[in-house]
C-alpha cells in the first residue's frame, strides 16, 4: 500500500477539525481513490486501524471535552478511513455513497461534541448547524448515487440496444446473402448458403 493511497483514504476525515459551519466537503471535493484488489483493501483496514490506536493513544493525554473531541475524531477517522477502503474495494456507487455517509456522521458526531463547549443560544445554533451539515451530507451523496445508478441504467441499455441492433443487421444481410445464393443451383447454391452462414454466424 503507497503512502499515495492511504493518504487518500484518510484524507476525507481531515475535515473533522473543522467548525460545525463547515463540516461537510462540497460533494466533489474528496478524489475519489482507486480500485483497490482484495489484498489492498485488507492492508487499508489494517492501516486505518493502526493509526486508530496511535490517534486514540494521542488522546490519553487529554481531559474532559477536549478528549471527547480528539476521541470522536480518532473514531472518525477510523470509519472514513474503512468505508472509503471498501467503496475503492467494491466500486460501486452504493458503496461510494455509504463512504460519503460515513464522513458526513464522522463530521455530525465531532461537531456535536464541539458544541458541548458552548452554551445557550450558541449551542443551541450549533447542534442545528451540525444536524443540517449532516442532512446535506446525505442528501448529496444520495442524489450522486442515484445520478451514477442512472448513467449505469442508461449504459446498460444502450449496450443491450447496440447488441440487438447488430444483430437485426446481421440477419438482415444474411437474408441478402442468402437470396443472392437463388442464382445459383445444386452445389454451388449449397456452398453459397454455406458461407453465407459462416460469415453472419448461423448455424
Not at 67 to 73: N, Q, S, T, Y
Not at 81 to 86: F, G, L, R, S, V
Request: with cysteine; charged share 25%; aromatic share 4%.
Amino acid at each position: 500500500m503507497s503512502k499515495l493511497l492511504i493518504a487518500l483514504f484518510m484524507s476525507a476525515g481531515l475535515g473533522l477539525a473543522g467548525s460545525a459551519a463547515a463540516q461537510m466537503h462540497s460533494p466533489m471535493a474528496t478524489p475519489m481513490a482507486a480500485p483497490l484488489s482484495k489484498d489492498g483493501y485488507t492492508q487499508a483496514k489494517q492501516n486505518a486501524d493502526a493509526q486508530y490506536k496511535v490517534d486514540k493513544d494521542a488522546c490519553s493525554s487529554l481531559s474532559g471535552n477536549a478528549k471527547d473531541i480528539c476521541v470522536a475524531e480518532a473514531k472518525g477517522r477510523d470509519n472514513v478511513a474503512k468505508a472509503n477502503a471498501t467503496a475503492a474495494y467494491e466500486n460501486t456507487p452504493k458503496a461510494r455513497e455509504t463512504a460519503r455517509v460515513a464522513l458526513a456522521q464522522a463530521n455530525y458526531v465531532v461537531a456535536m461534541e464541539k458544541c458541548d463547549d458552548s452554551a445557550g443560544n450558541r449551542k443551541d445554533v450549533c447542534v442545528k448547524e451540525a444536524k443540517a451539515a449532516l442532512v446535506r451530507g446525505k442528501a448529496n451523496a444520495k442524489v450522486d448515487r442515484v445520478a451514477a445508478d442512472t448513467h449505469q441504467d442508461a449504459m446498460a441499455k444502450q449496450t443491450e440496444a447496440r447488441t440487438e441492433a447488430s444483430a437485426s443487421k446481421r440477419d438482415a444481410d444474411y437474408a441478402v446473402a442468402v437470396e443472392k445464393c437463388d442464382t445459383l443451383a445444386g452445389a454451388a447454391k449449397d456452398g453459397c448458403v454455406a458461407n453465407a452462414k459462416v460469415q453472419y454466424g448461423k448455424s
